[in-house]
């Protein structure tokens, strides 16, 4: 029903910036919540940054005056803005989007992030 598709990740030294980049595309119902989620290795995923339908936006804390979310307008594109990177944020981010009526999650395949020291 929903494909995400991701875009964007690299390999950047500390310091540096990425931008990446999810493209939504089939049928999109509305839309609950879409963000992104990242895990490193031997690590659980967590969130890192979402916008709720309302609007409201949430950071985690470690990426807080570093990453920046947004969403166009349709909702068809979700952009997660990295700066300062530092090693700790290494690992493969996803996008993802929550449906509103069903709590159904659709998750992309990932792209991989690196920051070297």
């Known amino acids: 029903q929903v494909q995400l598709v991701e875009s964007g990740g690299g390999l950047v030294q500390a310091g540096g910036s990425l931008t990446l980049s999810c493209k939504a595309s089939?049928?999109?119902?509305?839309?609950?919540?879409m963000g992104w989620y990242r895990q490193a290795p031997g690590k659980q995923r967590e969130l890192v940054a979402d916008?709720?339908?309302?609007?409201?936006?949430d950071y985690a804390d470690s990426v807080k005056g570093r990453f920046t979310i947004s969403r166009d307008n349709a909702k068809t594109t979700l952009a997660l803005q990295m700066n300062n990177l530092k090693p700790e944020d290494t690992g493969v981010y996803y996008c993802?989007?929550?449906?509103?009526?069903?709590?159904?999650?659709?998750w992309g395949q990932g792209t991989q992030v690196t920051v070297s020291s």
């Open positions: 916008i709720k339908n309302g609007g409201n936006l």
């Open positions: 993802h989007l929550q449906t509103w009526y069903s709590g159904v999650d659709y």
């Open positions: 089939g049928i999109i119902p509305s839309i609950n919540a």
